[in-house]
């Protein structure tokens, strides 16, 4: 979501946050032991410059995916102690105004960081940073997959 799971945000076409589940078959939080399937999301944003939506595959350690405007998401998360904490990079499709205001140049890439319950709740917004400014995001599951 570059940067959680997670981000090319546009205004009026914006883009989705990443933000993260874990996956199941084999990402375990070592301290409490709690598992997460992988799965595929719908993304929801806002950010202080407008909103966007997106879709998110969160799972086996990677997050990907890509908004309306095009933009791509790569990155990857670790779980530690019930929490997804994870890296991804937005790369902006052609020139685009994020939903922090921010603006890209095709091709350029902003960083994405989030850190997430491991049992994301639908109807909860979640916080992330899109390129070191603030963006609400709220998931809601797709469908798990393998």
Do not use: C, W
Request: glycine residues 16%; charged residues 15%; negative net charge.
């Amino acid at each position: 979501m570059t940067g959680a799971f997670v981000l090319a945000m546009a205004v009026p076409l914006p883009a989705f946050a990443a933000t993260v589940a874990v996956p199941a078959q084999a990402q375990r939080s070592e301290a409490s032991g709690e598992v997460v399937t992988p799965a595929l999301y719908a993304v929801r944003f806002v950010g202080a410059a407008g909103g966007g939506r997106g879709s998110l595959y969160v799972g086996h350690g990677i997050v990907s995916g890509v908004d309306v405007t095009g933009g791509t998401y790569d990155g990857s998360y670790g779980v530690n102690e019930g929490r997804v904490h994870g890296i991804a990079s937005m790369r902006a499709l052609g020139e685009t105004q994020l939903v922090t205001g921010q603006r890209l140049d095709g091709g350029q890439a902003l960083e994405i960081r989030f850190e997430l319950p491991v049992a994301i709740d639908e109807t909860a917004t979640y916080d992330i940073t899109v390129g070191g400014q603030p963006v609400r995001i709220q998931l809601r599951k797709v469908r798990d997959l393998p």
